[in-house]
């Protein structure tokens, strides 16, 4: 692929010194006016960062995720007891003033609170990892089709197209008896594996697009590699996308997860998540403790919509086309 | 084979030319049906012949879809041509492939119309036009970011910009950042594609000036592609005029414009707006009737005739090949 | 503030009530970064029949001065001061309802993409009868009638089939066609056209002018064509306004702006394009680029980039009429 280093190197140099004709002296001079172009060179991320901190619902969905993630991070230290621990307190009781009780106990007498931050943990890896997972997949499918085109497109969009067609929730169902399940890597790998599609088809279409621009013509002109012309070329350009679709992919994710918990077939215990407790609770809502299933999920409804501030503020912010200055 | 050619081109001898296109055909595939199989073809470009000799300006004019771009791009291979030969510096480049292709772009380069998209927003100037440097060998970071630099001067940029992104340009900074990625391979041949047909009357000269300067300081030889006459005119030694994927007429630019022989031609500069209004006068105006066919489904005989105004029974019958009409000077026309 | 008035009273060279008169227009635009004055301080008179052309390059501020002079200026944009008489009605101070009817029936555009202004949903006839109906009480037959009768006036060979199609059916010049056809529905006093060949190819560019002049002809409306190509105007106008960050440089006739331009800006741009006969001659170049809309050079925008400028120049010089009747914004001509 590469040729060697001394011929171009002393093609190049064999003109040197340069001449510097006096012939383009007056596009020199003539150069566009001083004031045209900012004072600093702001990097590309700056700019992002910029536009972003101007996103205020973006900005505070951004703050809440991050709390969120501290809640999970640190959740164990801040919980009153552990999910495991043996509890000989009051069942079915109203939230009241006090860490403990603040928001209720279901009726085994666990602390909703508990729930609250132990859940936190399973639901924001499982939107996460199962992002990345489908993230990595689509992209590659996505990005591989729409470069190639061709044949190549064809395989890779069937391929697309026969998991797009996949019956999600009967073949869950039918894996998670196979494999025995609750556990949180099982969760993800299914969730990943079934939906990496709209990524996919997302990216592909995009890179056909980028494909007929002319900067990448223009690479293939300075004979580039395919590779280097999908990965550095076009797949930069087709970031921002991707960013925007996963982060509402996460959103997603932890929505599908506390769904699959509620009808059994996710976590099990002695594990807990929000979806758990929200299914757990499914039988005694009759009783009028309405505690139990409010708070994971106003939980989620917070994560969710924080997830879907944030990138709704990466669009914008990601956008290299609107110019600030 | 360069009998063939001198027949044809009986002034360029083999030694001067640099570039000799031989009945190229580059077709579109059309697609329709479930199935989106082959319907038929779109003949962008359909036999078409010439020669660009070392040194000089060949402008290429013609209204939208008449295949001026679609040879241009072939020419750097960036589309795969059905057939024909198109021989450089005495190499087909349709029968190159991988390596040896790769050292022939270093040679023939491109600059495109469309100064926003034709560089890649997430990349810094130093980067885009160093790549090709560093595809084609030059490892050394240190030496490409120097040349970076002198072609950014060359192109009458400051070459602090390396560091800086596309955004930060304004279109006629960013069309001289795209010649200064052409230019720093040392090409031989640049096609420029309608290279300032989207920039502002007052930055279209700059960068017309530019683009002649650099043609004398590295002895360039150019393909230039665009839709304004007068900038053909002004840039070019010859021009040839292509309509519905021919070349319909070829003469040197003086020639063309004083003598054309083509009505198509004629019809093509009566129609240039023009600000002085005792040229105005001089000129007798032709306004065609109709719009130019669609090339999916393209007029028997002489592709102009639906809207020639001289059109005969022959028109209809045989296309008119390319024939020489005077020196130096081709028209496709029964009648020329 | 004055002087808006006094100029406004000194149109060049016309007698008579202007059909319309455009006195110290500004139209703002809100960005994320600050405002940006696309028409800063713009006055000029139309008469009634006349033909005038505003040429700029773009960011010169010449498309918002013909959306404002519609009122199709929107947020982020708005129009701070300044007044668009239009026979004796101050057309900034009409509520919604009464703009709307002035829109397309007096005063009528015509833009420069006329797929994007044509909806691909309805035939080209069905459009322009609505057009018709919305200003006329006729029946659905009638203005069926007035389309095909349109269609026949703009040069549209076979109108009564023509009228069918849709959009995606006509060729660019024909859509254009169809646009001026939309534009002529309900006879208009003001035709604005927008760039109107901007998209075209130069044969069919050719047609569309012809047209137009031909129209002119035989319809009385005043004529206001917004176009970038310095060529254009010349062939198709009486009166040029030459306009530069917003603001008005030179406004004078055909010739005088062609055949002798005073300001250093028109000089410039004539100079720097091509023209036949000029191989081999180094092109003239307006040095540097127009500046950034949020950084205009106070005074007169042009001095950043003018081969005469001077210290007076940080001022924005006041109108000069000169002896021929033209009107030019330049410190140059400072008696």
């Given at each position: 692929m590469q040729e060697p280093d001394i011929e171009v190197t002393g093609a190049l140099s064999d003109q040197a010194p340069w001449p510097m004709s006096?012939?383009h ?189 002319e900067f990448v013509q223009a690479a293939q002109a300075l004979g580039v590699s395919s590779p280097r012309i999908m990965f550095k070329h ?92 | ?17 640099l570039l ?32 660009i000799?070392q040194g ?17 791009r072939?020419i750097a291979r960036l ?7 198109i021989i450089f510096e005495g190499k087909d480049l349709l029968a190159l492939k991988g390596k040896e292709l790769k050292r022939v772009r270093r040679d023939l380069q491109i600059i495109f ?5 034709s560089l890649n927003?997430?990349m810094p100037v130093g980067e885009i036009i160093g790549e090709g440097l560093m595809v084609h060998g030059m490892k050394d970071r240190r030496e490409r970011e120097n040349t970076v630099k002198y072609f950014l001067d060359v192109v009458?940029l400051?070459p602090?910009y390396a560091r ?12 001289r950042i795209g010649i200064a990625r052409a230019l720093a391979l040392r090409p031989k041949l640049i096609v420029c ?18 683009l002649?300067d650099l043609q004398k300081e590295f002895g360039l030889t150019y393909l ?113 | ?335």
């Open positions: 006096a012939a002296a007056d596009a020199v001079i003539l150069d566009e006016t001083e004031d045209q172009v900012v004072a600093e060179p702001i990097g590309q991320w700056t700019l992002v960062w910029r536009r972003f901190i101007r996103h205020r619902i973006a900005l505070i969905g951004g703050v809440m995720l991050i709390l969120l993630i501290l809640m999970a991070i640190f959740g164990p230290l801040l919980s009153p007891e552990s999910p495991l621990s043996f509890n000989y307190f009051a069942g079915n009781k109203a939230p009241e003033l006090n860490w403990r009780y603040l928001m209720g106990t279901d009726a085994q007498g666990h602390a909703i609170i508990m729930y609250i931050l132990y859940g936190a943990r399973i639901s924001l890896e499982v939107g996460v990892f199962a992002t990345v997972l489908t993230s990595i997949i689509g992209v590659l499918v996505g990005s591989i089709g729409g470069f190639f085109g061709g044949w190549v497109d064809a395989v890779m969009m069937r391929l697309t197209d026969v998991f797009l067609t996949l019956p999600f929730l009967p073949l869950l169902i039918l894996l998670s008896a196979y494999t025995g399940g609750g556990n949180i890597t099982f969760v993800i790998l299914i969730l990943g594996l079934l939906s990496w599609s709209p990524t996919a088809r997302l990216v592909r279409s995009y890179f056909l697009s980028l494909r007929s621009q076009m797949l930069p350009n087709a970031l921002s996308v991707v960013i925007v679709s996963s982060t509402l992919n996460v959103a997603g994710f932890i929505i599908a997860e506390a769904a699959i918990d509620f009808l059994g077939v996710g976590i099990h215990t002695p594990n807990v998540s929000w979806g758990l407790a929200l299914a757990n609770s499914e039988s005694y809502i009759a009783d009028g403790n309405w505690w139990w299933p409010l708070f994971p999920g106003l939980a989620l409804l917070i994560t969710v919509l924080s997830v879907n501030f944030l990138g709704d503020g990466l669009r914008d912010a990601l956008d290299v086309r609107a110019k600030v200055e | 084979m360069t009998e063939v050619l001198s027949e044809q081109q009986p002034a360029a001898t083999a030694s001067d030319v000799d296109v031989r009945n190229l055909k580059t077709y579109y595939p059309v697609l329709g049906g479930v199935m989106r199989r082959r319907i038929g073809w779109v003949k962008a470009v359909d036999d078409v012949s010439f020669s000799k000089e300006t060949l402008g290429l004019v013609g209204e939208s879809g008449c295949g001026k771009t679609t040879t241009g072939s589309l795969k041509p059905q057939s024909g030969q119309q469309d100064p926003y998209s927003p997430r009458g400051r602090e800086r992104y596309p955004h930060e340009f304004s279109g006629g900074q960013r069309q594609d309608e290279p300032v047909s989207a920039l502002d009357v007052s930055i279209q000269s700059q960068v017309l000036n530019l002649k230039f592609i665009a839709h304004d006459l007068s900038v053909v005119e002004y840039m070019s030694d010859r021009v040839g005029v292509m309509y519905l994927g021919k070349m319909v007429e070829m003469a040197e630019a003086i020639d063309l414009y004083a003598n054309p022989r083509m009505p198509y031609t004629q019809a093509l500069l009566s129609a240039i707006p023009m600000a002085n209004p005792a040229m105005r006068s001089q000129r007798q105006r032709i306004v065609l009737q109709g719009d130019v066919p669609s090339p999916l489904n393209p007029p028997s005989g002489c592709p102009f005739r639906t809207r020639c105004w001289m059109a005969q029974e022959v028109c209809v019958e045989v296309n008119p090949p390319l024939r020489n009409v005077g020196p130096e000077h081709d028209a496709a026309c029964h009648f020329a | 503030m004055a002087l808006e008035t006094e100029q406004a009273q000194r149109a060049p060279r016309q007698e008579g009530t202007p059909l319309l008169q455009v006195k110290d227009l500004h139209t703002n635009f809100q960005t994320m970064d600050g405002v940006v004055k696309a028409v800063d301080g713009v006055s000029f008179d139309i008469q009634p029949g006349a033909s005038v052309g505003i040429v700029g390059e773009s960011g010169s501020g010449k498309s918002v001065t013909s959306l404002s002079i519609m009122r199709l200026v929107e947020r982020p944009g708005w129009i701070p001061s300044g007044s668009i008489i239009f026979q004796g009605k101050d057309l900034l101070k009409l509520d919604d309802e009464q703009m709307r009817r002035i829109r397309g029936e007096d005063i009528a555009m015509v833009f420069q993409e006329p797929m994007s202004a044509l909806n691909p949903v309805y035939t080209v006839g069905d459009q322009v009868a609505e057009i018709v109906r919305a200003h006329h009480r006729v029946g659905k037959r009638a203005a069926w009638a007035r389309a095909v009768e349109l269609f026949k006036l703009v040069g549209i060979p076979a109108a009564d089939r023509r009228v069918h199609d849709y959009p995606h059916n006509l060729s660019g010049g024909m859509r254009q066609r169809v646009m001026i056809a939309m534009a002529l529905a309900n006879d208009p006093d003001l035709l604005i056209l927008d760039e109107p060949t901007t998209a075209l190819d130069v044969t069919i560019q050719a047609q569309i002018l012809d047209l137009v002049r031909n129209l002119r002809e035989r319809v009385n409306t005043a004529v206001l064509l917004i176009t970038h190509d310095i060529g254009v105007v010349a062939e198709m106008c009486d009166e040029i306004i030459v306009m530069y960050g917003g603001k008005i440089m030179e406004h004078g006739t055909t010739h005088q702006i062609i055949d002798d331009p005073k300001h250093p800006y028109t000089r410039g741009l004539l100079a720097a394009i091509p023209a036949m006969g000029m191989k081999g001659q180094r092109l003239t170049v307006i040095p540097g680029t127009v500046p950034s809309p949020l950084r205009m050079p106070s005074g007169c925008p042009f001095r950043t980039r003018c081969p005469n400028v001077m210290d007076v120049c940080s001022n924005y010089p006041t109108l000069k009429t000169l002896d021929d009747g033209r009107q030019v914004y330049c410190w140059l001509y400072e008696r």
